[in-house]
């Protein structure tokens, strides 16, 4: 099937942090996909800038060994375009030098859409925000792209956005979640209000709960510098996880307009029910992982990875959430994610509630409700579990099949990654799947009293051994409920 592409306007991309690990296995694959596509226009530039002092030929053999790192079977004439559409500046962005270069660069064409992408550590975004303000770079098209984490609690991600919001407005900036450039994550919306089918069953009359899983295998490895100072609840639940909540659980938008669908997840993030230290102890799990075997060889525990023998940041969680609304009283959301567990895997589990009668007799077997299954990686897919007649004469005896949509077979298309169409809304100015200030401010909302209940507590995570599924007390949270983790997966 062949795939439309809308080349898009005209534009100048800057990329702040050329050289570093997001534009190199991300945003540079990203672009050149596009380029390959046809969806840039024949003027596009993409303007790169880091401290270091690369010539733009030397940028050049490090952006063309990147697309050879991480793209498929490049073709060689759309590899030379698309690397003639790069120019490299040095920019220390804590000094002067190198942003009068950069502003002539730019207003050499003061009227196509100009973007800003901010793939550095956060530290230096208020930063980078002002020398674009200083150096007067915002036009009417200018929009910013900002990576996360956006602050690391409610206060900090506050001034960070005052800072921001100094030189941009609102409209203009675009925090991204990757989670929601994934083609899984746009169908789930796709599936929910482009069927009659599961919009009238998709509230607590039907559903019984909700999983969201983010298991990653792998551990923190040279990251864990920065990693201890974030943890699990700030790197994935308080944005990745929220965010994937949201879309499972918010009322029908009035259009896909950025608005009307911030809105309606804005709703379900004020009405998630506040953590206090009591649910808190009964409702959330954390833990850190200590050596074990992953991806069949040893692996050293968080501690040592660290280099210290103490820190209590928690490399899993899970959470028992309740979203106190009257489509989803009483259906628990359980949300869990970790380092360094028994696979990597990203799902949304939604398990509908048995049939209320069964007419079949015990010969026929266990009659198991249906699940839908919405997988984010790896192997993109939607499965929905439902129960048929086993095929053969031999009576009515019953068995649980997959409907199963995996979008890569199915479509037989390369599955673009979340960047390419992250970047290409960025482009045309399109927030719908963006994160708004507000949401960013409601999701920490309910996030920073969890931190604050850990870090008076100051007991230690619960120690899970690498290659499993987390410590046995998060098994222990949904049992005791009589429901079980979904392992079985797609
Ligand atoms: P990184 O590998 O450490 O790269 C940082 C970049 O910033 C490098 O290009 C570095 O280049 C540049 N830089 C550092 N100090 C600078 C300065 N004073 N002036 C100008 N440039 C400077 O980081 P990353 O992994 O790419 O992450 C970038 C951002 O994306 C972070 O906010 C991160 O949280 C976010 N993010 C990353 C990923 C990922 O997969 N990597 C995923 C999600 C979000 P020089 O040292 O040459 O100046």
Redesign the pocket.
Known sequence: MAVRVIEVDDFDLVV???????????LLPALYHRDLDGQLPAGARIIV????EFTHDEYQAWAEGALGEHVKDLEPAAVKRFLARLTYIA?????EAGWADLGKILNARPNVIRAFY?????D?FGTICDGIGRHNLVTSKTRVVI???IGKDGKSAQALNETIGKVFKEHQIFRID?YLGKETVQNLMALRFANALFEPLWNAAHIDHVQITVAESLGVGGRAGYYDTAGALRDMVQNHILQLLCLVAMEPPESMNADSVRDEKLKVLKALAPITPELAEKHIVRGQYKAGASDGGAVPGYLDELGRDDSLTETFVAIKAQIANWRWAGVPFYLRTGKRLATRVSEIVVQFRPIPHSIFGPEAGVISANRLIIRLQPDEGVKMQVMIKDPGPGGMRLRQVPLDMSFADAFKVRNPDAYERLIMDVIRGNQTLFMRRDEVDAAWAWVDPILEIWAAAKDQPKAYTSGTWGPSASIALIERDGRTWAEDGI
């Open positions: 702040f942090g050329g050289t570093g690990d997001l534009a190199h296995r991300k800038t880091s401290r270091r920019i220390d962005v804590a000094a901010l793939a550095v550590a956060p230096f990576e996360k984490p990757h």
